[in-house]
């Protein structure tokens, strides 16, 4: 049996590596992703659209990672820093022209019978728009 902390840090290797194959695998048919964005997805295939999406616009990829469990082992914390260039601009944020950042953020994820079934996605907005805007 794998274990939670195990299977977060499958997920965001998967982030890191583009691996949507890998991504797929890990998680729940039915799993919903609140992202930093505010949109909710729910299903593997919008979860892969709503990352491909995200990832067109925010090059980005995760390091200094620091994992939490709670005592049940379902949920795991991932306190990293996210760093990465923003290409393409979305809408309600800065015009992008290629500005690089690195931001703390932080991955909520649950897990249920060795399935991902949500991941919520935080970092301060407001922190991020003022480094996107210079």
Do not use: K
Not at 47 to 54: D, E, I
């Amino acid at each position: 049996m794998t274990d939670a902390q195990t299977i977060a840090s499958r997920f965001i290797d998967a982030l890191n590596d583009r691996d949507f194959d890998a991504l797929a695998r890990l998680v729940d048919e039915d799993v919903a992703l609140d992202s930093v964005t505010g949109q909710r997805t729910v299903g593997v295939e919008p979860l892969r659209a709503s990352v491909m999406t995200y990832l067109r616009h925010f090059d980005e990829t995760y390091g200094d990672i620091v994992l939490m469990r709670d005592n049940f082992g379902q949920r795991i914390a991932a306190d990293l820093t996210a760093r990465g260039t923003y290409r393409e601009t979305l809408e309600g944020f800065p015009a992008a022209s290629g500005q690089s950042y690195s931001i703390p953020s932080v991955f909520v994820i649950e897990i249920e019978d060795q399935s991902i079934t949500r991941i919520s996605h935080y970092r301060n907005m407001r922190a991020f728009e003022r480094e996107l805007a210079g």
